[in-house]
């Protein structure tokens, strides 16, 4: 995960989407990637700059990896690209700035909204009802040559901005630097805004920000879990950082894997001496994040719950039942204690509340957590937004399907990487090659990208096609085949053709394979291409159901 929140990462995974649905996309800004991109950030903002003269941008530069503003600084023209010197020759993402956000008290802020990540698979996505409101300490101005290097009127972050002498430490939620998203809402709202809009954009930005990232973060999955056993599952909490612009839209400036729990702030009592104080806002905010996804992701519940019915067991780190994809540190492991505790300490009130935590559909999520705030238990704080809402975005999951093709044919065990033999039978097997594109030519389709993508230093430790490029080689695939259609049209169609290939292939080694238990261990010539035989008996009807749905899914398509 956290290789995949990298600010390039994040950025070639939005901007795929982009390409396929660009307006579904357009909360993103305008981002290039330094240095592979450089000359054509200049080429495109030359263009621009004479298509239309009066336009005058500015551009933030932020090292790939970087947090806490770390390395970030302003432009306003492509050459003053800081491209050599320590820091800041790093990779790193230059993005168009957003000069106009949404001020309070002429102050610029973002939001920091926690995301639970439940599950992958199924996608299970929930989102806290409040976040934080991080406050710049100094009034902004738009950006002029005169303030580009301010870094208290343009970067809101809090670990930037708590050395500025206007920091203000607030005991109450609504003022000072730091404050909740909802107290912020409140005074939206009672100047007119239609804060559910602004609510709902929210909850989009998010669904859509992880369906970017879902594709490849599978593909690093299946290299770290293995597939088919039952249990652990991983879940992450995610910390994203949204700007509202003046007109109120959302905009992602990025996501954290690590989001600080920390729930006091420093305080120097003298010079020199430090103490640390609680913080109200964060408290208010985390406690209730970190409680709630223990309610939600302990896969031990039912286990305790039988446990419970004879004694106590507390929580200790070796029966610490769910496994996060990073390592925990020691101040979440003991917020997730205290909160574990809190946590465990009401759940004993009754059976009734284990209910609570398989928070099924959101309708039923909050009908339990109002009957569990009658019964003394703080209400959930995290709304389930997927799989709530995945009617409207589930046409938008068309990359995890090419990641699941992708999955298939990379063979062996714990690879991210494609090799020329497994692009081949993907090739062979979803019958790409036909007389206009010889097994030759997906030969140097496969080198060309393959290479291209290499040469960019993404992760040299395997050889082979990465993720990307496999993206890319597909893209290209369906753009080949399906000539006259708009892009996520023509990849929509690509899949349908390769997994209805597939379907068929499957379909035919599932009768090889009965013909196998029938002619008990009598050797059958079956074509192996590195595809795996499904002899157990009681997949067979699934997976026949499954090709019968492919086939009948592909012909309503196709006529
Ligand atoms: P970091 O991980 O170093 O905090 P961010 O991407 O969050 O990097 O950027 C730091 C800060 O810079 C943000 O909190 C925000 O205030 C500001 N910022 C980042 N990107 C933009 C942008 N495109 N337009 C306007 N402000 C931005």
Known sequence: MTEMVRKITLSRAVRTMQYLFPLEYNFYPRSWILPDESSFFEKEIRMMKDRDPSWKPTFIVKPDGGCQGDGIYLIKDPSDIRLTGGLQSRPAVVQEYICKPLLVDKLKFDIRLYVLLKSLEPLEIYIAKDGLSRFCTEPYQEPTLKNLHQVFMHLTNYSLNIHSGNFIHSDNVNTGSKRTFSSILCRLSSKGVDVKKVWSDIISLVIKTIIALTPELKVYYQSDIPAGKPGPTCFQILGFDILLMKNLKPMLLEVNANPSMRIEHEQELSPGVFENVPSPVDEEVKVAVIRDTLRLVDPQKQKKKDIQRFRLVPMCASTFPVQTLLPITIEKWHLYKFAEQRSQTLEHVSDAKEEL???????????????????????????????????????????????????????????????????????????????????????????????????????????????????????C???????????????????????????????????????????????VTCQTDGLQLIPAAHTSLLNRMATASKLADYRNHQY
């Open 357 to 475: 935590l398989d928070a099924g559909p959101p309708d039923r999520l909050e009908h339990d957590a109002n009957k569990n705030t009658e019964a003394g238990l703080p209400s959930l704080c995290l709304k389930q937004v997927f799989p709530k809402y995945a009617k409207q975005f589930n046409y938008l999951r068309l990359v995890d399907r090419v990641a699941a093709l992708f999955i298939r044919f990379l063979g062996v065990k714990g690879t991210t990487k494609l090799g020329p033999t497994g692009f081949r039978t993907f090739i062979r097997n979803c019958k790409l090659s036909n007389s206009n594109f010889s097994m030759a030519s997906v030969d140097i389709l496969y080198i060309d990208i393959t290479r291209r993508w290499n040469s960019m230093g993404i992760d040299h430790k395997e050889s082979g096609m990465c993720w990307q490029a496999f993206v890319e080689a597909f893209f």
């Open 477 to 523: 695939l369906a753009q080949k085949k399906y000539k006259s259609l708009p892009l996520h049209e023509q990849v929509a169609s690509l899949i349908d053709f390769c997994e209805y290939h597939l379907a068929v292939l499957d379909e035919k080694r599932l009768v090889c394979g009965r013909g196998i238990v029938e002619r008990r261990n009598a050797l």
